[in-house]
């Protein structure tokens, strides 16, 4: 359980820390307050992209779709901070091997919400929203060591 401490809070190589960093770590969240945090953003990202998807088929719905599922991403990659912290986050997203998969999903986040908001054409948004998942899963399992070969061999397999 320490280990896994050590590696959410970035100590993983440095076990010897300075005056600096030592002042530095002990006005951060604990562990357990980090873990609560990333739970409540999640969940909460979870519910704003459900709410979303129930508010479609309100009259002026799509609007509101597209904020709220927009919403819901930007609260799930931001939970993500609560558990590594957001320097920590930041490089891990824009490392080489995920650096395509960020990028695309911080466009499609922006896009969705220019295509409603100042576009206002609505087969654009929902197809920047499709987008904004497939890029948000694509994200994902990036985090997850061989996931994304395993996808490809899949639909590699599945389309041949």
Request: aromatic fraction near 12%; charged fraction near 15%.
């Amino acid at each position: 359980m320490d280990k896994l401490r050590r590696v959410l809070s970035g100590r993983e190589d440095n076990e010897e820390l300075g005056l600096t960093a030592q002042v530095l770590d002990a006005s951060t969240l604990s562990y357990s307050t980090r873990v609560k945090w990333f739970v409540i953003c999640f969940a909460g990202g979870i519910l704003c992209s459900i709410l979303g998807t129930a508010l479609l088929f309100l009259p002026s719905g799509l609007k509101l779709f597209a904020v709220f599922y927009t919403l819901g991403n930007i609260a799930a990659l931001a939970s993500t901070c609560f558990l590594m912290g957001p320097l920590k986050q930041l490089k891990r997203m824009f490392e080489p091997t995920r650096l395509i998969a960020t990028i695309v999903v911080l466009l499609c986040l922006v896009l969705t919400l220019c295509s409603v908001f100042w576009w206002g054409k609505k087969g654009l948004a929902i197809i920047f929203c499709i987008l904004q998942f497939l890029a948000m899963t694509w994200y994902s399992i990036s985090y997850i060591p061989f996931a994304r070969d395993a996808v490809i061999k899949c639909f590699t397999t599945c389309l041949s």
